[in-house]
């Protein structure tokens, strides 16, 4: 049977838990442009959220500490597999016993960087994303973790949860047969109407010397130069030959546009033919690679993500043909898809050969082991002898599943979810309770129902929370009444934050009065400062952040965002000096959650040099430290 152990690795910590919604800072919803004149099955932008709301930002933890993990082992003769359920059940280790070698990239660190909706993210292993884009809302959050015996007697690792943003359940059924870790995912939509789904298996690997990527593909869709999704020959991709990942200069996506007849799969191989296999059925079509690249700033990103580890890439499996877009999920239906993860070894001389002859060795082995065919026969045995089997649950996850159960949706049977102390506020108003705890964040027609059912009680939290939903769907005049309404009946850090936010999408000047005011509440709430002095610095409210900044309290003057919003404030007032003093004193700003594709402090040290010391563009060079830059020239 799978069983529960416990490893010392070094792993970052949350230092504050943020209780604020998410909320956008968009006037205008940014789409992904496309220059694919017919559609070729793509759903771009179809799905895609400006938030991660109803869940919260994760986005305070510090530097990786040497601590006791819990984690999660299937093992054969073949294969040792090592899964961290505190961490959205990721496969973090595939170790070939016979060739004593890791398959995938194992960091060294669990280390939080800034790299998904809900900030907190680490490189290394296997993770599964499901329901929205931008990774997976239970990236660096514990998971359902149940053992099952499959009918045939296979002994099975299942992860589940209910995803509250598309209001499905989901989960990961995982097996070992032989040399291949099998997995089969269940997505169940129990709702009246179509929901925008994603999935995509994200697998970390080395960037081997003289490896390569192989996927049976001709083309792939990318955006690198930022003009648009178009779409490029492959392996050649300007004179550039992408299938060995150690060529590539910037970061990029390569989203392979894989012929329907053809196997799905891909392998990333060492220059001796060995490495990871992943395969499925069929109807997990689509394949990526994901690149760093070569540039200074790509060498920053991957020397944050770790201590020793060295480089990696990323070859990912999904259900749609890129990331760009969700595909619709019609109502009471559910989809089940097959993985298999498995050892590539391919003759040395094939790894070099012409890309054509390196995907047919691969076909070679994959026939071996059984291809995409074999895996789509399986899926109805899948469902019947593993995905529907109960089990026996040994970690609990989030109560929303219970909750969303309780508000008359079905819940698979074969999945328990239990009340763990995260939903009291709706069990009081479902009971007709008096409200006395916070409510968290509402979602879907149920919990909007079951709040308009109760809008009549005086508790400002149900109007906030009604405002709240109205923001999403970008309805910021009814949001404006909702949130006016909580604040009337009690005003407080909460709705004020929320009413400066709307105020800011309606262009009303206000906005920077009710930010201000948020902050009277409460001086020593990491959450609630960075919320308003990112918002603070949208509406170029300079002063008025430099003088906020002087009445935090001390823990947060030592925030190194926080100090790095101030440095562009004095900027952008006059006092480039200052500014400067801030970025560079004391070896300099190093923000732990700086952004994924943000050009903050490139442009804050670009904009510094030029007022104090006349420099242009072309005369600047950004120290590494500052240097972020994964796009351009080499």
Known sequence: MPRLEKRNYRVSNFTAKNDLPHLSQLRETQKTKSTIDDFEGLFINYGWRETSYPYTQQNAYSEEVEQEITVAVLENEHLYAEFLPTLGG???????????????????????????????????????????????????????????????????????????????????????????????????????????????????????????????????????????????????????????????????????????????????????????????SNNLKGRKLFSWGHRKGSNHWQRMLTNKAGDYVEIQAGLGKTQYECIPMPPKTVWIFSECYTIADIPKGNVTADHTETVTAIKEQIKALGDSKYLDDRLSDFTENISLQDGKTVLNGSSFGYLNGLLGSRIPNQLEFTENGDIKGWLSLINGEELNSDLSFAFGEKTESLLLKNQNICNWNISYQLSLLSSPRRDFDRAKMWCEKSLILDSNAKNNHLYAHILYQLCDDKSVYFAEKCLRFDNNNYALTESIFSLLLKLNAFDVMINEFDLLDDILKGNQRLLMYLSMAYLKSGNPKRAEEILTDNGGLKVLDFREGDNFLDELYHGIRKELYGEKDSEITVPEQFDFIVFGLI
Not at 151 to 166: A, C, I, S
Not at 229 to 253: H, L, M, Q
């Open 90 to 280: 990721r496969l973090w280790k595939l170790y070939d016993k016979k060739k004593q070698k890791d398959i995938l990239y194992t960091n060294d660190v669990i280390r939080f960087r800034n790299l998904s909706i809900r900030n907190a993210w680490f490189s290394g292993g296997v993770e599964w994303n499901c329901g929205i884009i931008g990774h997976s809302p239970f990236t660096c959050s514990q998971m359902y973790c149940a053992f099952v015996t499959g009918k045939n007697g296979e002994d099975v690792l299942r992860f589940y949860e209910f995803e509250r943003t598309r209001e499905i359940y989901y989960q990961i059924d995982f097996w070992l047969d032989e040399n291949k870790l099998m997995t089969a995912v269940r997505i169940e939509n129990p709702n009246t109407d179509v929901v925008p789904m994603y999935w995509w298996s994200t697998m970390a690997t080395p960037e081997y010397k003289g490896g390569r990527v192989v996927v049976p593909a001709s083309s792939a869709y990318n955006n690198s130069d930022g003009m648009g999704i178009k779409k490029s020959a492959i392996p050649f991709d300007n004179g550039v030959d992408v299938s060995y990942p150690e060529n590539i200069p910037n970061t990029i996506d390569y989203f392979y546009d894989i012929s329907p007849d053809e196997d799905k799969f891909i392998a990333n191989i060492d220059k001796d033919g060995f490495g990871l296999l992943q395969f499925s």
